[in-house]
């Protein structure tokens, strides 16, 4: 991809984001701060059947990498297994972003991926909380 088309992608995950909102019952719910900047991302998460595939949603504020990452990263996990997700590493969702970009801005872009990570781990430990980084 180009750089054109990385920016392309980020404003229109940024202007039409996928999968924001609240899970109605989730099963762990993690909020991320980046206090350089203010970005806030609250991750929800649902693990369904005995497969573990994760319904997730999220909340948050920020500029525009932050949120369109958080779209990003929902539509790149949505209905895949716990276990998946929790191996997943961030390239896959810093080459969306593109490398310049991601380079520049990496808190920002990061900050969703970090956040999802700990909701697992709520999850796994069996609680439901809020927590800050």
Not at 4 to 25: F, K, N, T, V, W
Not at 44 to 71: D, I, M, N, W
Not at 118 to 128: D, L, T
């Amino acid at each position: 991809m180009e750089r054109q088309q990385h920016i392309e992608l980020i404003l229109d995950h940024y202007q039409s984001p996928r999968h924001r909102h609240r899970l109605r019952q989730p099963h762990a719910v993690q909020t991320g701060y980046n206090p350089g900047c203010g970005d806030e991302v609250t991750v929800y998460l649902a693990v369904e059947g005995p497969e573990q595939r994760l319904t997730l949603a999220f909340e948050g504020q920020g500029c525009t990498v932050s949120q369109a990452a958080a779209s990003m990263l929902m539509e790149m996990m949505q209905g895949r297994p716990l276990p998946e997700v929790e191996a997943a590493a961030a390239e896959p969702l810093l080459a969306l972003l593109g490398p310049e970009i991601a380079r520049s801005r990496e808190r920002c872009a990061l900050l969703a991926f970090h956040t999802l990570k700990r909701a697992i781990e709520a999850y796994r430990q069996g609680s439901n909380h809020r927590e800050e980084p």
